[in-house]
Nanobody, 124 residues
Framework: QVQLVESGGGLVQPGGSLTLSCVAT????????IGWFRQTPGKEREGIACISSHDGATYYAPSVRGRFTLSRDYAKNTAHLQMDGLKSEDPAAYFCAAGPPMGLSLRPHFYTNWGQGIQVVVSS
């Protein structure tokens, strides 16, 4: 059973940068893909980025493509979401999730294990 813990959230000014980390325990990196999601009150959870279980292949939602970069340290079972050029529409609770080793998806139901989430606030 993979357990996930997010870190790195907080307050950042518009246009600023923040890096979120997701540390996984209870499994090995090659056993699962990683997805990042965000959610604001009253809205559905939005998939924003995902990375494969073995070769670093990534996929991004249009809302973050070109601004966010997802990477993975397979040896340390850690994934990092580098967020640059943060905008007023980016504040949310951000979640990482672990899914099957095959395939990439931004759909929440693809993932089976979730972190508890971390808050990102963008404000001047």
């Amino acid at each position: 059973q993979v357990q996930l813990v997010e870190s790195g959230g907080g307050l950042v000014q518009p246009g600023g940068s923040l890096t979120l980390s997701c540390v996984a325990t209870g499994g090995t990196s090659n056993d699962y893909s990683i997805g990042w999601f965000r959610q604001t009150p009253g809205k559905e959870r939005e998939g924003i980025a995902c990375i494969s279980s073995h070769d670093g292949a990534t996929y991004y939602a249009p809302s973050v493509r070109g601004r966010f970069t997802l990477s993975r340290d397979y040896a340390k079972n850690t994934a990092h979401l580098q967020m640059d050029g943060l905008k007023s529409e980016d504040p949310a609770a951000y979640f990482c999730a672990a899914g099957p080793p095959m395939g990439l998806s931004l759909r929440p139901h693809f993932y089976t294990n979730w972190g508890q989430g971390i808050q990102v606030v963008v404000s001047s």
